[in-house]
């Protein structure tokens, strides 16, 4: 028989699934010249299932080009190859816009939180505290960054998430598959409670903020929940963008917007500082109320929130995946966070030696004027920054979709359904985009709704999840990454088990974070509940 005969015969013996029914069975076509024998058509169900569940498989590989990923972690893992080297090819990013989204990922209600926490920690403990912080959550993200860069080189793929960081980290040291996945399923669960609880914590933030202009505006006394609920269908629309480079331009309003609103606020803090009377930091009575070092539960509450306040480690890989030129990756961090954490050490400390102890959770709510046109310059910073943490959403949004997607169109056969009907392709596939992508901005407005207080929130997502991934994990796979690495660069500085004994300290200080900080956080949560609550008015010294 020639090869053209051949290959016929194998194109006509391709299953036909688009005549299976769920009670049918395989539909084999015999070419005509075939003399082989089939199966019975009175074949019983558990046959027809096995061969409609066998034909399934065989069509996915043959149409989508999809073949079981291997558990054995092999270089030649196809899945995760194409799938990151669409990462680093589909709408790649500058080094400028780069450099935009990591400034925006950590200036937002994390840094305006940071004069809260410095109140509980004190004005001499919490700035150096900060700065420790700063430090270490920033050598984090270039362990983090080297550890994927070298884990790609050597399994010959193009891009790593930080959760298949985690996993290959575990297969350097010969981890049986099964620990493998275990260990990126933990980062990838810690990753959706981080950055979804940043998402709900925005929510929060934009329900509050609105709350006040409107009471300040037009004497509106609405709860903050009320405003909460209105922004869940703007956001839920914004929600919908799909691609990094689409949020660029935002990303650069969101930091004019933020910026603007930070400028208000120094002056605001500034000039108190500078003058007395009435609109002194005097008027608050609270200069000699003002603590050097804080309590036990409130160093804990610092830790949490502050924790929290470094809201980037979780967009590091993801924007260096997304990078056109990733070589240069580490430098932006570092330059970036080098002008983060100078802005959040003075502004942790000016915020709270100018408002003293009726610091609010997030620092522009202290904005009160005493005439209009203060009035009226503080609003619009407020509505600035409001617009800005709006937009930052989307890109705090778009961290867990990113993994969470494919996972969940391949779990429901999105694929599969989009070929069976292929006259529906476009409009089957953007309604599944689009209602998960709504229900996952519900669930995150539901945790808004449900949390009572801002700052109670902050500390608590801060604690458990930001602690975890700051912290936590990076040692873990910098010690699994290089620990049979002859090359290891720390060995030129250090030996090997200083670098060893200092990945240790930093896991070990994450975990004295994690618990100190969410035990505190629940521990106001239930006061609250019980009625104790110790809410502050922001502004004493209105006329």
Same mark, same amino acid.
């Given at each position: 028989?020639?090869?053209?005969?051949?290959?016929?015969?194998?194109?006509?013996?391709?299953?036909?699934?688009?005549?299976?029914?769920?009670?049918?069975?395989?539909? *084999?076509?015999?070419?005509?010249?075939?003399?082989? +024998?089939?199966? =019975?058509?009175?074949?019983?169900?558990?046959?027809?299932?096995?061969?409609?569940?066998?034909?399934?498989?065989?069509?996915?590989?043959?149409?989508? $080009?999809?073949?079981?990923?291997?558990?054995?972690?092999?270089?030649?893992?196809?899945?995760? =190859?194409?799938?990151?080297?669409?990462?680093?090819? +589909?709408?790649?990013?500058?080094?400028?816009?780069?450099?935009?989204?990591?400034?925006? %990922?950590?200036?937002?209600?994390?840094?305006?939180?940071?004069?809260?926490?410095?109140?509980? %920690?004190?004005?001499?403990?919490?700035?150096?505290?900060?700065?420790?912080?700063?430090?270490?959550?920033?050598?984090?993200?270039?362990?983090?960054?080297?550890?994927?860069?070298?884990?790609?080189?050597?399994?010959?793929?193009?891009?790593?998430?930080?959760?298949?960081?985690?996993?290959?980290?575990?297969?350097?040291?010969?981890?049986?598959?099964?620990?493998?996945?275990?260990?990126?399923?933990?980062?990838?669960?810690?990753?959706? &409670?981080?950055?979804?609880?940043?998402?709900?914590?925005?929510?929060?933030?934009?329900?509050?903020?609105?709350?006040?202009?409107? =009471?300040?505006?037009?004497?509106?006394?609405?709860?903050? #929940?009320?405003?909460?609920? &209105?922004?869940?269908?703007?956001?839920?629309?914004? +929600?919908?963008?799909?691609?990094?480079?689409?949020?660029?331009?935002? +990303?650069?309003?969101?930091?004019?917007?933020?910026?603007?609103?930070?400028?208000?606020?120094?002056?605001?803090? !500034?000039?108190?500082?500078?003058?007395?009377?009435?609109?002194?930091?005097?008027?608050?009575?609270?200069?000699?109320?003002?603590?050097?070092?804080?309590?036990?539960?409130?160093?804990?509450?610092?830790?949490?929130?502050?924790?929290?306040?470094?809201?980037?480690?979780? !967009?590091?890989?993801?924007?260096?995946?997304?990078? #056109?030129?990733?070589?240069?990756?580490?430098?932006?961090?570092?330059?970036?966070?080098?002008?983060?954490?100078?802005?959040?050490?003075?502004? =942790?400390?000016?915020?709270?030696?100018?408002? $003293?102890?009726? !610091?609010?959770?997030?620092?522009?709510?202290?904005?009160?004027?005493?005439?209009?046109?203060?009035?009226?310059?503080?609003?619009?910073?407020?509505?600035?920054?409001?617009?800005?943490?709006?937009?930052?959403?989307?890109?705090?949004?778009?961290?867990?979709?990113?993994?969470?997607?494919?996972?969940?169109?391949?779990? *429901? #056969?999105?694929?599969?359904?989009?070929?069976?009907?292929?006259?529906?392709?476009?409009?089957?596939?953007?309604?599944?985009?689009?209602?998960?992508?709504?229900?996952?901005?519900?669930?995150?407005?539901?945790?808004?709704?449900?949390?009572?207080?801002?700052?109670?929130?902050?500390?608590? !997502?801060?604690? &458990?999840?930001?602690? %975890?991934?700051?912290?936590?994990?990076?040692?873990?796979?910098?010690?699994?990454?290089?620990?049979?690495?002859?090359?290891?660069?720390?060995?030129?500085?250090?030996?090997?088990?200083?670098?060893?004994?200092?990945?240790?300290?930093?896991?070990?200080?994450?975990?004295?974070?994690?618990?100190?900080?969410?035990?505190?956080?629940?521990?106001?949560?239930?006061?609250?509940?019980? $009625? #104790?609550?110790?809410?502050?008015?922001?502004?004493?010294?209105?006329?």
């Amino acid at each position: 028989m020639s090869t053209e005969e051949n290959r016929g015969e194998r194109q006509h013996l391709l299953v036909d699934l688009t005549s299976v029914g769920p009670e049918d069975v395989v539909n *084999i076509q015999s070419p005509p010249n075939y003399t082989g +024998s089939l199966e =019975s058509s009175s074949m019983s169900s558990v046959t027809a299932k096995r061969r409609t569940s066998a034909a399934d498989k065989l069509n996915r590989k043959l149409l989508f $080009g999809e073949t079981t990923r291997p558990d054995d972690l092999d270089p030649e893992w196809s899945f995760v =190859s194409s799938k990151n080297l669409d990462k680093r090819t +589909s709408h790649a990013t500058s080094t400028v816009d780069t450099f935009i989204h990591l400034l925006k %990922a950590n200036i937002g209600p994390g840094l305006l939180s940071l004069p809260y926490a410095v109140s509980n %920690a004190g004005y001499f403990l919490g700035p150096f505290a900060v700065l420790f912080i700063a430090g270490v959550t920033t050598h984090c993200m270039g362990m983090l960054l080297d550890s994927a860069r070298r884990l790609c080189e050597w399994n010959g793929i193009q891009a790593l998430d930080y959760a298949e960081t985690m996993q290959f980290a575990f297969k350097e040291q010969g981890a049986g598959p099964l620990t493998a996945k275990i260990a990126k399923l933990v980062v990838n669960i810690f990753l959706i &409670i981080t950055q979804f609880g940043f998402c709900s914590v925005y929510f929060v933030f934009i329900g509050e903020t609105l709350h006040q202009v409107m =009471s300040q505006a037009y004497g509106l006394e609405w709860s903050p #929940k009320v405003y909460t609920a &209105i922004m869940i269908l703007p956001i839920v629309i914004f +929600s919908w963008i799909r691609n990094l480079d689409s949020l660029a331009p935002l +990303s650069v309003v969101a930091n004019i917007c933020m910026w603007f609103g930070l400028g208000v606020v120094i002056y605001d803090e !500034i000039y108190r500082l500078s003058t007395t009377g009435q609109n002194g930091a005097a008027v608050n009575n609270d200069k000699d109320s003002l603590i050097g070092f804080g309590t036990f539960i409130s160093i804990s509450l610092f830790l949490g929130n502050a924790m929290y306040s470094f809201e980037g480690i979780g !967009i590091v890989l993801p924007l260096e995946n997304k990078m #056109k030129n990733p070589k240069l990756a580490k430098p932006v961090i570092y330059t970036g966070m080098t002008a983060v954490v100078s802005l959040f050490c003075s502004f =942790s400390l000016l915020g709270y030696l100018v408002y $003293g102890t009726r !610091i609010q959770a997030s620092v522009p709510l202290n904005l009160c004027g005493t005439d209009d046109v203060t009035r009226i310059v503080f609003i619009l910073a407020k509505l600035a920054i409001a617009l800005s943490v709006f937009i930052t959403y989307a890109l705090q949004f778009y961290v867990p979709m990113d993994f969470l997607e494919p996972y969940v169109y391949k779990l *429901i #056969k999105l694929d599969f359904v989009t070929y069976k009907y292929p006259q529906h392709h476009n409009i089957i596939q953007t309604s599944v985009q689009i209602t998960f992508r709504t229900t996952i901005v519900l669930i995150t407005a539901a945790l808004a709704l449900g949390i009572p207080d801002l700052d109670d929130l902050i500390t608590l !997502i801060g604690a &458990i999840a930001s602690s %975890a991934l700051a912290l936590l994990f990076p040692p873990v796979i910098d010690i699994l990454t290089f620990w049979k690495d002859p090359e290891r660069k720390w060995l030129l500085i250090l030996p090997k088990p200083v670098w060893v004994a200092k990945d240790i300290a930093i896991f070990c200080f994450g975990v004295v974070g994690f618990f100190l900080g969410a035990f505190a956080a629940l521990h106001r949560i239930v006061l609250y509940f019980e $009625g #104790k609550d110790d809410t502050k008015d922001p502004c004493p010294y209105v006329l």
